[in-house]
């Protein structure tokens, strides 16, 4: 079948999904005001890689069917793959600001690397393979849950049976597959997505004990499988809006999050690829490199949204003529410093890219690691900068409604900026107010800090998984030649640091 447009995938969205939001049952999630913005988003992206003009960029052939399929389902054999990938994902969260973080590209590229790495998951290897084809073949959306409900993290969730039996676990098996109970938190774009991908969590691994084995589970189902149920959050666009552009982002790129709830839900044992093997659930992303294509491509969605966040500074202070001041030219520099980092972390892993032992490239994990780490921090900040700039503009905006009302006069006249007039300034002010300060963006700084894992778990994986030893040593061979430059009486050069191997 190959690439789909925007109307195949919206068409594929009503199937009797059963999904609730705010008390309701959700009967048409391309309709429902709550939702459509979000549904005609993930469209207009599909769109895109079926206009003729961008049909190259975006797609490759299959290497199963000769048909066009969504570059970011690619199993990248060369560095100038992965530079093509970047760039079909580049144009994908361009188009979403970046502000769109669940667009299919991050999962089809976390899948493409779990069927390279396919035989990491034994047994149930060609069923990996078997579902990436299918996937990239009717260019299906995915979301994925990896994480069990929050209700106590002393304990590992195996040993919780005992108080709430709350996280999806394997409840018994069965000739036709394994069958599921439990609830799972948290899927992003759960209601615009046609398939769901239950896997492991690296900052969640399970402990080598019998009670772990039925939560050791990894499979994929379509959204609309009987017994499965998903709670969305509210909106993050409020539908009594006087204009649909006092929220022009949250209007279009609410993704939606899902609680994942299993009830006794039937898993074909084709569609099972970890059953019962903690080792495998654990070890899954180590040995796939999955997490580094993934992180690719959020570190494309977030240099995307570092350059829309940066053109927004600019355009911000420009329209009040604030960027005469130091300190305002300071702080977007400090925008363009973290647009520069993204860039670079991007091309950098592409460069330093490394052979897989399946015979794909991955992209360096370590300045797509930097990213991670560096730039929920950044996102903040760039926030803050917004919100320091607009001020109290940020507040004083009236509903874009308000042009076209009884007062448009005073509108008009009141709301000019030295260099717009006053829907121009409307319009820029409110975009400002829903990057930076609205529900929205407090969305977007919570996901970008945790969409990955706890970054508190993940820092200490880092820092147990760098090689220190080099480095301390260094410093070792340091103290040593000061001490003995110290006590010399010739001259010479008190101390020669040595290098450090490439890591
Ligand atoms: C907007 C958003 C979207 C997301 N989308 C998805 C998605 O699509 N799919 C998905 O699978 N997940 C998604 N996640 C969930 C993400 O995987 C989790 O938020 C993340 O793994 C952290 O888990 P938690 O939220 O349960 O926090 P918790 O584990 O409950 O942690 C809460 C706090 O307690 C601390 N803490 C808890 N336990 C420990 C411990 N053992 N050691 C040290 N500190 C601890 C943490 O450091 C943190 O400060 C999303 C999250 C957000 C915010």
Redo the contacts with the bound molecule.
Sequence with gaps: MGVRNGRQVLAGLRDGRQLWMDGDRIADVTVDARLAGGAQSLAELYDLQCDPALIDEMTYESPGTGDRVGLSFIQPETRDDLVRRRVMMKRWNDHCLGMFP?SPDFLNVGLAGYAAGADGFGPYADNVRRYYEHVRENDLAL?????NP?AD?SRDVSEQLDANDLAARVVRETDAGIVVSGAR?????GAFSDEILVMS?P??PLPETEAAKPFAMGFAIPVATDGLRMIARPPLYPTGAGSAMDHPIAARFDDS?CMVIFDDVLVPWERVFIHRDVAVFNGIYRHTQAHAHMAHQYSVKDWSKAEFIMGLGFALAKSTNIDVHQHVQGMLAELINTTEFMRSAVIASEAEAIETPFGTMAPAPGPLGAVRFMFPQLFRRACEIIQNMGAGGLFMLPSFAETEGERAADVDRYYQSANGDSRTRIKLFRLAYDAAVSGFSG?QQ??E???A??P??SAGFLYQGFDKDPHIDRIHTLIDDLEAGMTRSDTGPAFRLPGIPPQ
Excluded at 143 to 147: F, I, K
Excluded at 185 to 189: C, K
């Design positions: 669940r979301t994925h849950s990896l994480t929050q993290r938190m948290l899927a992003t774009l969590a900052t969640f999050d969305r919570l996901y800090r945790y969409f894992g706890d508190v778990r």
